[in-house]
């Protein structure tokens, strides 16, 4: 279940730079830090990059620097030599590949030409490439290009990988589960039946006995206390025909939504990967210690078969539903719209809606970044709408966007083509 088509065309470096750039950046605009603290310096480049279509930031000091990385991650950042008082350019360089929230994030260090000591020292310390002094703008522009398109590799790798043995665990352990589960629920029906039969053959014999009972039966009786086991038993049957009933549910639910059971490309009906994926998800919309259960409600269209990369799919309804959830924490009466649409009979739109807080404009401009996130450190990954993005954009040729704004909450759209191709 590999979704990527990693896009990582090296031979492409050789073309025109300043073209490529803007070509990627006219899909996302990527951010660079420069850390610099000759103002020369720093003029130059600011303007090269943001003409060029980047989203460019600046600090004058590594310690600024540092600091700045707390609230935003940019994609690159491009370091240069900074003279004392504070931290040089190899320990702010140090630094941040000590941290595990930035250690991921490209350092390109900016040295004169024949500074050859201090080129190897950055690169043992953890830069990627060094851009040499004077800047050739098009150099400056192809190697930042280059290291841009290898971390989008890199991202989209780990985390295919991750997403396909996720998808191969859940499918075995769904497979494992399936028949016993079966087994216990076929069993049970025969178990009630059989029980019953015994319990009237008792009530036959005790009938048809005379008044004397051995007092062995008698003690028996009181002792085990039948007439409450007889109630008990049918309850007992019930649950336990309901748990296996829930469990044989979730099991079909994992199968369908990871689909690995089935060809990659194939008709499905999306509802049912819906509603699959909020079976899944239902222990996380019931009553919290912070909020009441959530209200979810379907307003479903009629849709045709679509073509699709059904388990791929599921795993954005995943991605979307979950951050519904996580959005209506402490919300009083916390709700989550679905609805489907037809679009003249050729594209679908799904649209997931929620009553939470919203985004801001500043925010929604970057929740489609790989690794953005505002959720606490170990919660968020930053990677769920960024791997949306990817499937309904990169593989099925759709759009997902988002339209929110603070205290009117969030709806996202999936709009994708009834047929591939
Ligand atoms: N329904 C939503 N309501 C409010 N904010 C949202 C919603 N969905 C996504 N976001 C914002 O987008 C960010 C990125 O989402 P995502 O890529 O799924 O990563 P994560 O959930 O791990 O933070 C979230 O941290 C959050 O700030
Ligand atoms: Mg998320």
Known sequence: MVWVTVELTLSNTIGNPIERVKNMEKAQKSSILIVDDNPMNLKV??????????????????ESAIRRLENTLPDVILLDVMMPPGIDEFETCRRMKEDVKTKEIPVIFMTALADVKNKVKGLEIGAVDYITKPFQNEEVLARISTHLQLRKAQVQLVHSEKMSSLGQLVAGVAHEINNPVNFIHGNLFHARQYTQQLLDLLELLYANQSNYMAPEIQDMIEEIDINFIIKDLQKLFNSMQIGTKRIREIVQSLRKFSRLDEAELKAVDLQEGLDSTLMLLESRLQVMPDRAAIQVVKEYGKLPLVECYAGELNQVFMNLLANAIDALANIPSPQIIIRTLLIKDERVQISIADNGPGISESVQKQIFDPFFTTKPVGSGTGLGLSTSYQIVVGRHGG????ISAPGKGAEFFIEIPVRLW
């Open 45 to 62: 480049l600011f303007e090269v990059l943001d003409r060029a279509g980047f989203k460019v930031s600046v600090a004058k000091s590594g």
């Open 399 to 402: 759009k997902l966007s988002c």
